[in-house]
Each structure stands twice: as C-alpha cells, then as structure tokens.
C-alpha cells in the first residue's frame, strides 16, 4: 500500500540535475528542499527567505546568547542589551549565519552584547573572518564562504566580479539596471562591453545569482527588474581593495548613477544619489558629475551628507 501525506526534505540542492532522479513521480506527499539557486524554473513554487528585521535578528541573537531563555521576549532583556543586538542586526543586514556567528564568539568569550558590539564596529574585517560555533554543514564563517564564491567567479567572468566591485558603492537595495547600462561608458574596458548588450548581462548577472552573491528581483506592478547586494558583501568587496581601487571605484558609482538620471525616478535613485554623495565628500570629488549630483540633491530637496 502506497504511503501518502509523507514530506521530503532536499538540503543544500544547488545542482538542480543532480535533484531530478530523487524526486518521486507520485503525487501524496510534499517535498522541500534548500537551494542557493536564483531560479528554479518548474521545477518548484520559490519561496525567497528574507533577512531578519533588527527586532528579530536581536531576538535570535540574544536567545543564542542565553540572554533571553525560552519563549521570553525582547521586553525581558536590559536595554543596553537590546539596543546593542538590534544594532547588531543591522549592521549585519539581519543575516542569521552572521547573528549565529556572533552569538557563538559572545558565547566563548563572554564578552557580553554590547562589548561586542563595540569591538565588531572596530576590528569587523578581522572578525568577519573568524569562525565560532559549530553550525553543522556550515563550517565557514561568512566572509570566507562569500570570498570563496566571489574568488570562483572572478576566475570565470572578470565582468561579473566587476558587477559587484560597483555595486559595493551602492546602496544595497534596488539598484537598477540603467546604472549599468546608461553608465556604460564610464565603466571601463571589461565591463562596458557585457553591460551595453542585454543577453551577456542578463547571463553575467545569472552567473552572480547562482552563487548568492546578487540577487535580482521584479517589481510585480511596474515588472521592472532591481538589484540588490547584502551590506556584509559591500563590506569584504571594499574592505579587499586598496585605496586607489577603492577611489577608482567610487568615481565610477558616481558617474554611473549620474548617467542614469535622467532615465531613473527619483523615488529609486535617490538612496544612490544618497550613497555617492557620502563618496564625493569621503574622496574630495571635484568633476563634473560630482559637482552636478550635489545641485540634483539640493533641488529635490535633499540635504548633502
């Protein structure tokens, strides 16, 4: 007798061809299963885990952390303590490996919230690449896991890797294509190429979702496509490259997002503008696009940063 109602888990199912000859044909039963794969075609309904919010990720950090025992809430904990978490979340984008990470080095330290707190916002590159904690299956802390990815990648698309070097100049949600392709021609010899045809980027930025280092999602009323990056990656992409990297760069954010616009609502671009203001102010840009983005600010206006 047939077995019905029963639940298949599928964990870590990167290679989708590798997952087709385990999937039962009959049709009682429900399977699930964990993929760093940006499209899974028909093969699955998607359902994208979003990172937490600052309430939750300081829930979780500080359950970890034994601060909070059981069912308790964030109510139940100090104030320096919860305040120290929820900035924890945020600077960690509410990535729950990060949060785990570092609930672990509290753990075998002792060190408390908010003394790591202030010890993160100080030595983060240093920490980032650190592992505590014993996540099974996951034996790497954050920044190697995304430096490994990004290092394979540069190895087989220099322009892919080039993507994310302007995006760590960006702001981290929304970031439209237009950037990419109205600012083509300040984007230099490798990139330029691949962004001004529509099919290369499109399979340049497959490649980079593939490995979980972009992800790209439609606007269902507007079907218009948006990027986004995790802060923790804009983070390790920039704290890798030396000053001079770091400035040439940033001149490209800036006259990228000026290029696009003209062809971009303000609503969209506006957190971009924001972004490259910090970096015309940070690097003491005095051309001609830095000049005109500060005007474009203050006729919106926006106050300059």
């Known amino acids: 007798m047939a077995r019905s109602n ?5 964990d870590n199912a990167d290679d989708l061809t590798v997952v087709n000859p385990f999937l039962p044909k009959a049709a009682q039963g429900h399977i699930l299963f964990t993929t760093r ?6 093969l699955a309904q998607s359902s994208v885990l979003k990172p937490l919010d600052a309430d939750d990720g300081a829930l979780c950090l ?42 672990a080095y509290i753990d075998d330290t002792g060190c408390g919230v908010v003394k790591y707190l202030e010890t993160y916002q100080r030595y983060r590159p240093e920490i ?13 802390p ?14 087989t698309n220099p322009a892919a890797a080039e993507i994310l070097r302007l995006c760590a100049f960006l702001a981290p949600d929304a970031i439209p294509d237009e950037i990419f392709t109205q600012g083509a021609s300040v984007l230099g010899p490798v990139l ?5 045809n529509a099919v290369t980027f499109d399979r340049t930025i497959g490649i980079l979702r593939s490995y979980s280092l972009l992800t790209r999602e439609v ?8 990027l986004s990056i995790h802060p923790i990656m804009q983070e390790l992409l920039r704290d890798e490259m030396d000053p001079p990297t770091q400035q040439l ?13 003209p062809t971009v609502e303000w609503p969209i671009i506006q957190a971009h503008v924001r972004s490259c203001i910090h970096l015309i102010e940070q690097w003491n840009m005095t051309f001609y696009e830095a000049d005109q983005m500060r005007l474009r600010l203050e006729e919106m206006g926006g106050p300059g940063m």
């Open 6 to 10: 029963w639940l298949l888990i599928l």
């Open 37 to 42: 794969t940006g499209a899974v075609g028909g």
């Open 62 to 103: 500080l359950r970890r952390t034994s601060y909070l025992q059981g069912n308790k809430s964030l109510r139940d904990a100090s104030t320096a303590s919860v305040q120290a978490a929820q900035r924890l979340s945020e600077l960690m984008g509410g990535l729950p490996l990060a949060l785990e990470q570092a609930g």
């Open 128 to 140: 980032q690449q650190l592992l505590h904690g014993t996540v099974p299956e996951y034996q790497l």
């Open 142 to 155: 954050v920044a190697s896991a995304w430096t490994i990815s990004k290092e394979v990648v540069e190895q």
């Open 192 to 196: 330029a190429p691949v962004v001004v």
């Open 219 to 226: 606007d269902r009323e507007t079907d218009i496509p948006r």
């Open 249 to 261: 760069w940033a001149e490209r954010a800036v006259r990228a997002v000026f290029q696009a616009l």
